[in-house]
């Protein structure tokens, strides 16, 4: 299958990885929205949020507590956790992820 971030996950193409364990991984996103902005992935292939089943919860709730623990690795006192659903939720690709988003200058 032609998913770029299931190359990224078996290591075909590079990227700047901050966490990686048996079924996910966080990088760095390429075209960064934010000071820090990171993906994290599952390493298997689900489209999006709209494509969960229920065996996934644990693998979602996993996501989430990487993104928490990124973020607390950056020191991040405050963030953003996004996931972009299907197109006309600006989902541009079709492997699950989830945006954090952070480190602007406070207010
Ligand atoms: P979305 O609009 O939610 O589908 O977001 C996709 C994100 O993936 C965008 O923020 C892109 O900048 C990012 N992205 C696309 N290709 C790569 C890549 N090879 N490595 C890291 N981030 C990427
Ligand atoms: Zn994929």
């Known amino acids: ?6 190359k990224i996950a078996k290591k075909e193409i590079p990227a700047e990885l901050a ?5 996910l991984m966080a ?5 960064p929205s934010a000071p820090v902005h990171y993906l994290v ?9 709209a494509h969960l089943e ?5 693998l979602l709730a996993g ?5 928490k623990d990124l973020a607390a ?3 991040l006192k405050g963030y953003k956790l996004v996931f972009n659903v299907g197109r006309e939720g600006g989902q541009v690709i ?5 945006h954090l988003l952070g480190g602007w200058p406070q207010p």
């Open 63 to 67: 996501l989430i507590y990487a993104a």
């Open 19 to 23: 966490m990686e364990t048996e079924s």
């Open 94 to 98: 079709d492997h699950l992820h989830l």
């Open 1 to 6: 299958m032609d998913c770029v971030f299931c």
């Open 41 to 49: 992935i599952p390493k298997e292939h689900i489209q999006s949020i």
């Open 73 to 75: 690795k950056f020191d």
């Open 54 to 58: 229920g065996n996934h919860k644990e």
């Open 27 to 31: 990088f760095k996103d390429i075209r």
